[in-house]
């Protein structure tokens, strides 16, 4: 991830996420990487035809989920069996069937709030974000395509500005951003 | 793709065998302990739980069909035959069942089905019994055993028939689907209600003091768990001998959820029943989880707990994993196993309850048997009818399946 | 693309033909201009009575709880019966979002937005009673397993008894809450997002930190998507083991009619049963209201009355194994509980079990009511016709909102009210206090339905876009011409699956 400031891209945007697939296998089949792609929608497929690996975000739940269960287990344990015994009902001390339920919550939640501030973080999102867009029609009904002009000859640019002309592309722009991070480095 | 599964006469050979051989092992182990204190018992305890296990499993095969037909279940269409196979067994498992609750009737619930415990102040008068005669006694018993086991085949007959005919329909397919919805949500309401019966019948009474609300539901979970790991070894099977390629990862996969959805389902319902019993104390109650935590028992009773929850939950976590053929088979054959080890402890403690034992002439015996008449079974219902169901109307979603 | 394929007999989830600039345009509209004045009369009368609840709420709390009908017999009544419905109502969006997205149920998109913020604004309900019932409120952080100073010498802490189910329960309802708003606002982001690049002004201000600076990058869907793929199967559980933890408050205990094991299973399918005839009332009239029609169908509905059928004959069934096991127990307290004290009414079944005039049981009408509303009103729902009418399924959801109601309170009061030595039987009837403080959290439940109705996009954008594909009615095909094309080309070997059946996903032999 790297934060690139005042970075111009060349746009390409489609209206139908069919046409952007295509688009995207072209593009790559031609040798040439995308530097991202912005969709309105998940489009199935995509991540995996854009060459992005996979995510981790599930082990990260995973790991959470583990911390969460462990301190709910042990924290109960400690807590009934060393810090204050004292006798509920006449169980055991140690009443590991009891401890199930708030055991199961906890990692639950521990996992899920885990992987949410995770996925926040990672993903860049925050209250403080500007309202910098490639396109107010990205979050409507245009597929995007986009190119770091920087990372690119100029005459690989003429090729992709062909490129996107050929696969129907309905728009093609350059556009100026201040700030965009790169999320598929 | 190929449509006419033959069976291999070396798949048949290996089923005959395996019926020959259990079928011969447990001769032995009858006349060997038939004469023994409590051998009967332990006989036809052996032959309940393991006929049920595989009635259960065929019954699975019914009920998955038949939720995925009113559900609008698409992706399942590919392996609906092998379903259908499964559900096969349901008449033989009925009728196997019906003699074994006949014959073996008397042994297997001698703790109602005894007169003296009905003598108003005799010996062995035993009023909690005594006031439940209405509804644990032989002739009733029986009675309702035929109902179950009549509707049950009646169904799966009503349905592999509107199947078989689904094949045939042509252009009028829509129709006749349609007429296999009715018969599916009849099937499943007929279900909901004897599935537990039955399990209150056979196996809650066993232990006539004792009740549990959940053990119905129980039971259900046991045989669903393992119905679709039959399914998944059947599916593997056919597979390996080059049919069924439609078959792929995806479907494979949604199975693996299944198995593995429905294992935590089955370890919630055993948390939820021992929990409440464990939590309230009533001696009542809790004499049933008395008795399996003595003799032996106790072993087998966490055994199968960690076979049937610990192990899929890790191994079938990932991703991968429910991908992965054989991982999927490997805990198929385990989970199975882990299920019989369960319905060993439902059983054995309260017809016999002389501890935890294992005969290869009893126990192993009849698995071996059952495993080679169940696999006779399906393998002969697949090869009478085309693998796929071509004309479902849902067959070409099932084909191009992603999850 | 071939796995976007859906079986032309599928219905149609989108009509109206739309495209993905009018499913934008028909989902904002709401947001973006003025409510009409029959939203102002609705807020009013909700807020009205939210107002009053919180004036009952705060005279309970300054008097204690003896402004209740509570006695010693009957020591948990109106308000735990409050808790228990709301918290059952607040299952169904959970379930909508996390197990039917598991098992690939479409028509989720249409109302999963509004189904989870319906289950945040119940469980905020629900917390209300328990909280007031403790009695001194001020207290309640004491429930809280935290080191503290309490434990007298030394450096032991006093701790909350985790053997209670009680203290489960704020467990899981404070787990519950958590998850289902961060499922839900993660799964709102997008859609902020989209309200923001319509916006202007101020109004484009506030939709801008609400979107937290979305954009839509192959990674953050990508990221999405496995988030929302494990929160629903974490979510799954969850809301399995939040109403069964409630109905472990009841079941641990030793009384009979409460000590069952089959309650946590059955709990869990009357709370799905309860929260969508919720869902279906407030989606209803919100699909009229917002005109919202071609994105909540009538296949939507019928949907939606097929899992009401199923839990309701789930909850049917539980209902006749309680019955049953009640009298096979052999148990004479538990057999009192239902025969004597449910269902011996005084015209029918009391006579039958031969009791006298006037022995009938003193709440059986509470207990026919609930089996006439929960049992006997869903098994309509078996006929296509009931199930697609909307007026029909309207009046049903109340139906069923009101007889799950009464199976709370059934379950509460009448294993309560006749205690193991008759004379402490005693008969509960609420205060007026009770009664507002109860359409004090509907006053509550509306409002803040009302208000996410005009600020919010009441159906999950993103999601619907996702199935137009497959799901939109002017993608239908005709079902015998397309499946006729697809099985010529399977059998010659050509088009889509030429090579081979599902090419190489398929295992190697």
Redesign the interface.
């Known amino acids: 991830m790297d934060t690139v400031n005042n970075k111009t891209f060349l746009v390409g945007l489609y209206?139908d996420?069919?046409t952007l697939?295509h688009a995207v296998k072209r593009i790559k089949t031609a040798g040439i990487n995308i530097s991202?792609?912005?969709?309105?929608?998940?489009?199935?497929?995509?991540?995996e035809a854009?060459g992005?690996p996979?995510?981790r975000?599930?082990t990260a739940?995973f790991v959470f989920?583990m911390t969460g269960f462990l301190f709910a287990i042990l924290?109960?344990i400690a807590?009934?069996t060393i810090?204050?015994k004292?006798n509920?009902?006449g169980?055991p001390n140690l009443?590991l069937p009891?401890?199930i339920?708030?055991t199961?919550?906890?990692t639950?939640?521990f996992?899920?709030?885990g992987?949410?501030i995770t996925?926040?973080i990672?993903?860049?999102?925050?209250?403080?974000?500007?309202?910098e867009?490639?396109d107010?029609?990205?979050?409507?009904?245009r597929f995007a395509l986009i190119f770091d002009a920087e990372e690119y000859k100029e005459s690989t640019l003429e090729d992709i500005d062909h490129l996107l002309q050929d696969t129907g592309a309905v728009e093609i722009k350059v556009k100026e951003m201040k700030k965009y991070k790169n999320?598929?480095k | 793709?190929n449509q006419n599964f033959k069976i291999p006469s070396r798949l048949n050979l290996i089923c005959l065998i395996l019926m020959a051989v259990g079928a011969v092992l447990f001769a032995i182990g009858w006349f060997t302990t038939i004469g023994e204190d409590h051998g009967a018992s332990r006989l036809w305890a052996a032959l309940l739980y393991n006929n049920f296990l595989f009635l259960g499993i065929a019954l699975i095969g019914l009920f998955f069909a038949a939720v995925h037909e009113i559900g609008?279940g698409?992706?399942l269409i590919s392996l609906k035959r092998v379903l259908e196979a499964v559900a096969s067994y349901i008449p033989i498992g009925g009728i196997l069942m019906l003699v074994i609750l006949v014959l073996g009737g008397h042994d297997l619930y001698h703790h109602w089905d005894n007169d003296a415990l009905y003598v108003v102040d005799g010996p062995e008068y035993d009023?909690?019994?005594a006031?439940?005669r209405s509804?644990l006694n032989m002739p009733f018993f029986l009675i309702r055993a035929v109902i179950y086991v009549v509707l049950w085949v009646v169904f799966y007959l009503w349905f592999r028939r509107n199947s078989l005919k689904l094949d045939a329909a042509g252009?009028n397919r829509?129709p006749v689907y349609k007429r296999s919805k009715m018969i599916s949500?009849l099937f499943l309401?007929f279900f909901?209600?004897t599935s537990?019966t039955a399990a209150?019948d056979w196996f809650m009474s066993i232990d006539p003091?004792w009740?549990?609300?959940?053990?119905?539901?129980y039971t259900f979970a046991s045989i669903f768990v393992s119905g679709l790991c039959a399914v998944v070894i059947i599916i593997y099977m056919l597979?390996?001998m080059?049919y069924l390629?439609?078959?792929?990862?995806?479907h494979m996969h949604d199975l693996g959820?299944f198995i593995f959805?429905f294992s935590?389902f089955w370890t919630?319902?055993w948390f939820?029943?021992f929990?409440?019993?464990w939590?309230?104390n009533?001696s009542?109650e809790t004499l049933y989880f008395k008795t399996r935590f003595e003799g032996g028992y106790k072993f087998v009773f966490f055994l199968a707990m960690f076979i049937n929850f610990v192990v899929p939950f890790f191994v079938l976590l990932t991703r991968g994993a429910k991908r992965a053929?054989g991982t999927l088979v490997f805990m198929s054959v385990l989970l199975i196993l882990g299920h019989w080890l369960d319905f060993y402890v439902m059983t054995h403690p309260g017809v016999v309850g002389t501890g935890a034992e294992f005969s290869l002439f009893i126990e192993f015996a009849l698995l071996i048997f059952y495993v080679g008449l169940f696999g006779f079974v399906v393998f002969r219902s697949l090869s009478k009818a085309p693998l796929y169901q071509?004309n479902h109307?849902?067959?070409?979603?099932s084909?191009?399946?992603?999850? | 693309?071939?796995?976007?394929?859906?079986?032309p007999?599928?219905e149609p989830l989108i009509t109206g033909k739309k495209?993905?600039?009018d499913i934008?345009d028909d989902i904002c509209k709401s947001t973006e201009s003025a409510p009409p004045p029959l939203w102002w009369v609705a807020i009013s009368i909700s807020a009205t009575l939210a107002i009053i609840g919180l004036l009952a709420i705060a005279w309970t709390i300054w008097q204690g709880i003896g402004v209740w009908g509570l006695n010693r017999t009957v020591g948990w009544a109106w308000d735990i019966t409050n808790f228990v419905w709301w918290v059952g109502i607040g299952h169904a969006g959970t379930l909508i979002s996390a197990i039917l997205l598991?098992f690939?149920q479409k028509w989720r998109t249409g109302v999963n937005r509004a189904a989870e913020a319906m289950t945040i604004f119940a469980v905020v309900c629900a917390a209300v009673f328990p909280g007031i019932h403790m009695g001194r409120i001020w207290y309640s952080f004491f429930i809280f397993?935290y080191p503290n100073t309490r434990?007298g010498e030394g450096?032991?802490?006093?701790?909350p008894?985790?053997?209670?189910?009680l203290?489960?329960d704020v467990?899981?309802i404070s787990?519950y809450l958590?998850?289902s708003l961060?499922?839900w606002y993660?799964g709102l982001?997008?859609d902020f997002?989209?309200i923001?690049?319509?916006a202007t002004g101020i109004r484009?201000k506030i939709y801008?930190?609400l979107a937290?600076?979305?954009?839509?990058?192959?990674?953050?869907?990508?990221?999405?998507?496995?988030?929302s793929?494990?929160?629903a199967g974490?979510?799954?559980?969850?809301v399995?083991?939040v109403h069964?933890?409630v109905s472990?408050d009841f079941?641990?205990?030793?009384i009979p009619g409460w000590?069952?094991?089959?309650?946590?299973?059955y709990f869990v399918a009357g709370a799905i049963f309860s929260g969508f005839a919720m869902v279906l009332t407030l989606m209803i009239i919100t699909r009229k209201v917002l005109n919202l029609e071609d994105y909540i169908t009538i296949g939507h509905i019928e949907s939606m009355n097929k899992v009401i059928v199923l839990t309701g004959?789930?909850v049917g069934?539980?209902y006749i194994?309680?019955l049953f096991?009640a009298w096979?127990?052999?148990?004479p307290y538990e057999q009192w509980v239902f025969f004597r004290n449910r269902i011996a009414d005084p015209y029918l079944f009391g006579p039958m079990l031969g009791l006298e005039e006037g022995d009938h049981a003193p709440y059986w009408w509470a207990y026919w009511m609930m089996m006439t509303c929960n049992v006997i009103s869903p098994q309509f729902f078996?006929f296509k016709k009931l199930r697609r009418s909307i007026v029909f399924t309207f009046i049903l959801s109340i139906f069923i909102n009101i007889g799950m109601w009464f199976e709370r309170f059934v379950i509460i009061v009448t294993s309560l009210h006749r205690d193991f030595i008759p004379s402490a039987w005693t008969y509960y009837s609420p205060t007026i206090v009770e009664v507002l403080i109860y359409t004090g959290t509907l006053g509550i439940f509306f409002t803040l339905f009302l208000l996410f109705a005009r600020t919010f996009p009441v159906i999950a954008?993103?999601?619907v876009?996702?199935i137009l594909?497959t799901s939109g009615d002017q993608y239908v095909t005709d079902?015998?011409k397309?499946?006729d094309k697809?099985?010529e080309e399977?059998?010659s070997g050509a088009g889509?699956?030429a090579g081979?059946?599902?090419g190489a996903?398929?295992?190697k032999?």
Not at chain 3, 1 to 7: A, F, L, P
């Open positions: 209206d996420e069919e697939l991202d792609a912005l969709t309105p929608f998940p489009v199935h497929g995509l991540d854009m992005v996979e995510t975000l599930h739940g989920g924290s109960m807590i009934t810090d204050w004292i509920y009902g169980k009443s009891s401890y339920p708030i199961f919550e906890l639950v939640l996992a899920s709030v992987m949410v996925y926040f990672r993903n860049g999102l925050s209250v403080f974000n500007s309202t867009v490639i107010e029609r990205i979050t409507d009904d999320l598929n | 793709m609008y698409g992706w009023a909690l019994v006031q439940k509804y252009d829509v949500a309401f909901a209600i537990s209150w003091h009740y549990s609300t959940l053990y119905g539901w597979k390996r080059g390629e439609a078959v792929n990862e995806e959820k959805g935590v919630y319902l939820s029943q929990l409440l019993i939590y309230a009533i009542e053929l071509l109307p849902f067959m070409k979603e084909l191009i399946h992603h999850t | 693309m071939g796995h976007n394929y859906s079986s007999l599928r495209s993905y600039s934008t598991l690939r397993p434990g450096l032991s802490s006093l701790w008894n985790f053997n209670s189910p203290l489960w467990f899981a787990t958590t998850v961060l499922f993660s982001v997008p997002a989209t923001r690049d319509r484009k801008n930190v937290f600076g979305w954009q839509g990058k192959a990674k953050q869907w990508q990221r999405f998507e496995s988030l793929l494990v929160l974490l979510a799954t559980p969850l399995l083991s069964t933890i472990f079941a641990t205990s030793v000590h069952t094991t089959i309650f946590p299973p004959s789930i069934v539980a194994t309680e096991v096979y127990s052999g148990n078996w954008i993103a999601e876009k996702s594909k079902f015998e397309a499946d697809f099985f399977v059998e889509e699956l081979g059946l599902a996903k398929s295992y032999k």
